[in-house]
């Protein structure tokens, strides 16, 4: 058993794959053979991510406020806190606050052989997001 007492400090999400305003703080990143990684992420109102995969798939669960997910040819979904979102492994998506409220969820993600957890596709523009 290892109990985390202090984290990383909380990084804000880099402008080539966030729009708006977003924080990331890293809950768990455990030492080998784990691939486990566990992420509590802030989005502002209109906060949200660009286009993305994860090799593995990824699990959302909403802690805080309301959001928007859509998978690549899918409709926009509201998502609201205690709601659980699992995306596919390799599903194009999106994701982030509603235009109107902030929001806070938990990612979690299994490393690839590689290390890599994340395959950013396009900037953080997305066409999709609703106008507030």
Do not use: C, K
Not at 94 to 104: C, K, Q, V
Not at 124 to 130: C, F, L, T
């Amino acid at each position: 058993m290892h109990i985390t007492r202090n984290r990383p400090d909380t990084q804000r999400g880099p402008s080539a794959h966030f729009n708006g305003t977003v924080w990331l703080d890293e809950i768990a990143a455990p030492e080998p053979p784990s691939r486990l990684r566990m992420f509590s992420v802030h989005f502002a109102p209109g906060g949200h991510t660009s286009w993305h995969t994860h090799p593995h798939g990824q699990v959302l669960h909403v802690t805080e406020g309301e959001g928007l997910v859509q998978r690549r040819g899918g409709p926009v979904e509201t998502i609201r806190a205690g709601d659980t979102v699992w995306i596919e492994p390799d599903e194009w998506h999106w994701h982030g606050a509603s235009p109107r409220t902030f929001m806070t969820h938990l990612a979690v993600v299994e490393a690839a052989a590689d290390g890599s957890t994340i395959h950013w596709h396009t900037d953080a523009r997305v066409a999709e997001y609703p106008a507030s």
